[in-house]
């Protein structure tokens, strides 16, 4: 993925679009396998927790980062710029991370073996989404390389 250029292939953005198609259909798996639970009120605090901390992570990152200024697509938007306040300061994703958060409370209602291993899945799709989008990123802000070693890419201080 090193080797995109700033104007990406139609391969790059089929990669792109289809890693958002995973990511969208893993989340819908992962509601199903959660609705059971949902709709008899099971949802044990642990998961009411993720759940809040998730939609928090969102709201901070949406209020430092405005609607329009990001792309569910890992390609930045041509008029986007580059956000490191609130949750950026030490998080390069925090979006992908509240989407985690969030799908781990999905996971936590369902089958253990099938909720876990869409989360995997879906943490890899999230994985390869962010590198692509850093590629894109480096070329578009010259000064990405520095934030990226001052920050992680979805938890902070860890990784």
């Known amino acids: 993925m090193a080797s995109m250029a700033l ?6 953005l089929r990669t792109g679009t289809l890693l958002v198609f995973l990511q969208l259909g893993l989340l ?3 509601t ?18 993720l759940a809040m901390i998730a939609v928090a992570l969102a709201l901070w990152t949406l209020r430092h ?11 930045p938007k041509g008029s986007g710029v580059l956000v490191t306040s609130g949750p950026y300061r030490w998080i390069r994703h925090p979006m992908y991370s509240a989407v985690l958060l969030g799908a781990a409370a999905l996971a936590w209602l369902s089958n253990p073996l099938a909720a876990w291993t869409a989360w995997l899945a879906l943490a890899l799709v999230l994985l390869l989404k ?25 938890l902070p201080w860890l990784l």
């Open 7 to 12: 104007f990406p292939t139609q391969k790059a």
């Open 28 to 30: 819908l798996l992962m």
């Open 32 to 49: 199903l396998l959660a609705l059971p639970a949902i709709f008899r009120l099971a949802i044990p605090l642990g998961a009411w927790l």
């Open 65 to 75: 980062n405005r609607l329009g200024n990001f792309s569910i697509h890992p390609k």
């Open 130 to 154: 962010s590198r692509m989008e850093e590629t894109w990123l480096q070329q578009r802000h010259p000064d990405y390389g520095a934030y990226m070693q001052r920050s992680k890419r979805f």
